[in-house]
């Protein structure tokens, strides 16, 4: 799986972002994983909605558009539960803590 970083500005917001962009790299996404360290995340390419089902840990969600701009932004979900957006093509699933201090708002325009 490819690792890269996350921008907002032409800054790096997160440093190792896993790409999912294959049906099963998505299908497995971070089920099974035991935690998600705050400088990481996972970007589900092509998929608008997620869910924790098999999750030991609570993750933050953002809904992004094709072009990446932010469209919803789920502070944390808890485990066993669904989120999703018809308006998003891409998801971002971070630690509740890193997204909470990113202070990222709906409309942001992120880069991979």
Do not use: W
């Not at 921008?7 to 299908?27: C, E, H, L, M």
């Not at 072009?67 to 944390?76: A, E, H």
């Amino acid at each position: 799986m490819k690792i890269i970083p996350a921008y907002k500005n032409n800054q790096i917001i997160i440093a190792n972002v896993t790409i999912g962009d294959s049906f099963f790299s998505r299908a497995r996404g971070l089920m099974f994983t035991r935690t998600l360290a705050p400088d990481s995340g996972y970007l589900l390419k092509d998929c608008n909605s997620v869910h924790t089902f098999f999750m030991h840990f609570t993750i933050g969600v953002v809904y992004l558009s094709p072009d990446f701009v932010i469209t919803k932004i789920v502070p944390v979900m808890a485990r066993r539960s669904l989120s999703s957006d018809r308006s998003a093509r891409h998801t971002l699933e971070l630690h509740p803590a890193t997204l909470a201090a990113l202070s990222l708002s709906v409309g942001d325009q992120l880069s991979f």
